[in-house]
């Protein structure tokens, strides 16, 4: 394998970038956008650190500690402040704070709890059923309350989806094989624990955002790295790829190609083995949009001690925000002294017209949760804004037939492969991981 295109330059194909062309194989990345990193997005303003998209890496493994050893980014690392193992839910206009053990946690009634304390004792589910919905799979096991005020809030926060709306096989695989393992979430997840299957990691960021990782990434590829380089066209001939791209007429020939744009952009690379079919499965994927406001306060101005990583609401309170983070809890040099940063994101499935309000509108609906469960009356010193169309994908039922036309379309070739959130994870981690991987299976 000598020559390899890279189609998008978000985290994953940075990552198998890097991989390639730090094992000898020549390596060119096209990326449409006039940065690289994707939704990895961070800044600097008024002593600020913002972080646009993901403001963590929950980081760990052979992989991630020799990507940052290679990358000479060891000594950046910043790990999140203690404070950031206590989460908040609300319930009732009220933040509660969230103990690791359900049967402990204020957030549910006795009733919840005692059904919750049988949960070992439910059937488990029939052999033929190849899915359910997250929703259904909560409720069954757990009772309707544990959906409601634990499992609706943890999905609107990874996920920025609804239960509803998410296969519990392909979005939460490790309930569903504690489940098939154990015959309840209890024994599977013990089993899996003393099979060393469940590492603690640590929350990872750096002085001066996430984004140091992803430019550093981008700063080892020099030139393989073409911005504003969209591909127009890919096609196969000769046992070779060829490419053309954006305000060129220029064709480039390649050994492989790796595509790691969302599911509904594979389109626009006009790729000749894509049938309609299949890329009307892709498109068809939702992408949850997402909008992100950072609010600078002082801190005399916030009256809650921010003791923790944040809160989240469930669909309940009737809330068209997903939920705030206490950025500055989680990384105090993110904030200068004396101030705070608040992170509040708004839409997702459960409310995406959030994401197309007009700036003054999104601002009040963060401010009146701030002043309802953070007893915040001021006005923020610093607003910052992002809004992402179509940030997460949501893996619902169904979504194994998604993966299965996802390898036939890469079996067809041989030498074309795709990865990115849409299957092997979502998080940044899961991303490196595919990224890296994939690369060192092509050499």
Known sequence: MKRVAVIGAGITGLCAAHELKRRGVTVSVFEKSARAGGLVQSAQAGGYTLESGPNTVLAGGAIWDELIDTLGLRGRLLVADARARKRFIARDGRLVSVPGNPLTTPILSAGAKWRLSHEPFIRRRPADRDDESLADFARRRCGPEFLDYLVNPMVSGIYAGTPEGLSTRYAFPFLWDAEGVGGSLTAGLLRK?????????????????????????????????????????????????????????????????????????LASAANDGLSRARLELFAGVPYAPVRVLQLGFDQKDVPHPLDGFGFLLPEREHQDLLGILFASSLFPSHAPAGKVLLTVMLGGMRSPSAADWPPARALTAARAALRQYLGVSAGPELVHETTHPAAIPQLGLGYGEVLGELEKYEAADGDLHLAGNFRGGISVLNCIESGVRLARGLV
Do not use: Y
């Open 193 to 265: 624990i003393f099979a060393g299957r469940c590492v603690r990691k640590k929350m990872i960021s750096f002085p001066n955002g996430l984004q140091e990782l992803t430019d550093q990434l981008a700063l080892t590829l020099g030139d393989a790295l073409r911005l504003n380089a969209g591909v127009t066209r890919l096609r196969k001939s000769g046992g070779e790829w060829w490419l053309s791209v954006s305000g060129s007429a220029e064709w480039r020939k390649f050994d492989a190609v790796i595509e790691t744009v969302p599911l509904h952009s």
